[in-house]
């Protein structure tokens, strides 16, 4: 068997285009000589020369064990594939080097259409950047073992924004941006309805509300918010949600439960006395007793007010942003630093404590300059803001301490 190499003349002015993977993924596990091995003949291959193993040896400065022993580690990786003319001879045979793109796309020795649809996904500008984003936010290369789980992120309706949301949330939040951890956060977002990242800045603060609630709710019936069980946390989202009562009024039914032994079990029976009595037609309920209208006793009559009162604040919130951008830009930053400022309050450490302290003059810096923009255009400063009928118990009829305002009285 004769092996030539065939000469050119611009042999060095040549340029060989490995794939970044290979240089990312398989590179830094690999032996030198073996990353020798290959590249060396990565660059024959692309200019479709002819040379033997010996040959390769000779030029690397190896020994020929070595460049069988790299084909083999790269044969084992899915890198290259052998084709023997002799089975009888192992120690000649032709190299093919594999498609290492397609490769990490389709995992070996996969083929199909989810791989050409993932294919196609990474040649649109938006994957592109998705990718770079997280790798700005990782401070690392995408490990391509995390390629097939942004495939199913995006085919199960998630957009490139949100997977960078979710890594950017997994960081500052959670401090692990493993791939799989921050694949099940962005799959619980997408169940949640969560599909965009404004989805998500808006879920993040009503969740934050939420635990917010969970955790006064559990200082006030004396246990640790620390140890809050998922059926409590089912038990709180059902008085929230299905029997429709306010946090401020779960709070005063705890005020009630003050000296008993069960504080959790006689705030309970409580609410679910007090639900059953107004969906029955007793003490709050609609005229006529439907029980269609799950409101407590005390939004019966405040909520129309309070909607109202709402409605306007919206309506002057959406002319100030029309003419002033600027205003509703400064408004989702703070409510962005707001977040932030919960996470690093429930920090113990000294690194904690600062970060909430500079959180806090950065929040007060935006609201000075919010309250500059809104005086020069002419406009109160509480403009914006909800003006209650009772500004005491804003329209619920409780007073903070859980007992019943005045205006309910009245």
Aim: glycine share 8%; with cysteine.
């Amino acid at each position: 068997m004769n092996f030539t190499v065939e000469s050119h003349p611009n042999y060095y002015l040549d340029d060989t285009q490995v794939p970044n993977v290979f240089i990312a993924e398989y590179m830094p596990g690999a032996p030198g000589d073996y990353v020798k091995v290959y590249l060396y003949a990565y660059m024959c291959a692309a200019r479709r020369d002819i040379l033997s193993n010996e040959t390769i040896a000779r030029e690397l400065g190896v020994s020929v064990e070595d460049v069988l022993a790299a084909w083999t580690y790269f044969e084992k990786r899915g890198l290259i594939r052998k084709y023997f003319s002799n089975r009888l001879d192992e120690l000649h045979y032709d190299v093919t080097f594999t498609d290492i793109k397609r490769l990490v796309v389709e995992g070996p020795g996969k083929a199909g259409d989810g791989g050409e649809k993932l294919r196609s996904a990474l040649e649109d500008a938006e994957v592109r950047k998705m990718f770079q984003d997280i790798e700005s936010i990782t401070g690392a290369l995408f490990p391509s073992a995390d390629i097939q789980r942004v495939k199913v992120l995006l085919d199960d309706g998630a957009s490139p924004g949100l997977i960078v949301s979710a890594y950017k949330f997994c960081r500052e939040r959670k401090k692990n941006t493993r791939g799989a951890y921050v694949a099940e956060v962005a799959k619980r977002w997408l169940d949640a309805g969560v599909k965009t990242p404004e989805d998500a800045e808006s879920y993040l603060i009503d969740t934050d509300a939420r635990m917010d609630t969970y955790k006064r709710v559990m200082k006030a019936l004396g246990l640790q918010f620390a140890a809050i069980t998922d059926a409590e946390k089912a038990v709180f989202d059902d008085w929230l949600d299905r029997m429709g009562f306010t946090p401020d009024e779960i709070l005063a039914a705890a005020a009630k439960a003050a000296g008993k032994r069960n504080k959790y079990d006689y705030v309970k029976k409580i609410l679910e006395s007090d639900y059953e009595a107004m969906t029955s037609g007793g003490l709050g309920s609609p005229a006529g007793g439907s029980g269609k209208n799950p409101a407590t006793k005390r939004n019966v009559y405040y909520e129309k007010t309070r909607a109202k009162a709402e409605a306007e604040a919206n309506a002057h919130r959406s002319e100030v942003y029309g003419k002033f951008p600027e205003v509703e830009s400064i408004d989702k930053e703070i409510r962005r630093l707001d977040i932030e400022s919960f996470s690093a309050t429930e920090s113990r450490t000294d690194r904690g404590q600062k970060e909430s302290k500079r959180i806090s003059a950065e929040i007060k810096r935006k609201l000075a300059e919010k309250a500059d923009i809104m005086s020069r255009a002419g406009y109160p400063q509480d403009y914006m803001d909800i003006h209650y009928n009772c500004a005491k118990c804003k329209d619920t009829g409780v007073r903070d301490d859980g007992g019943a305002c005045d205006c309910y009285k009245a």
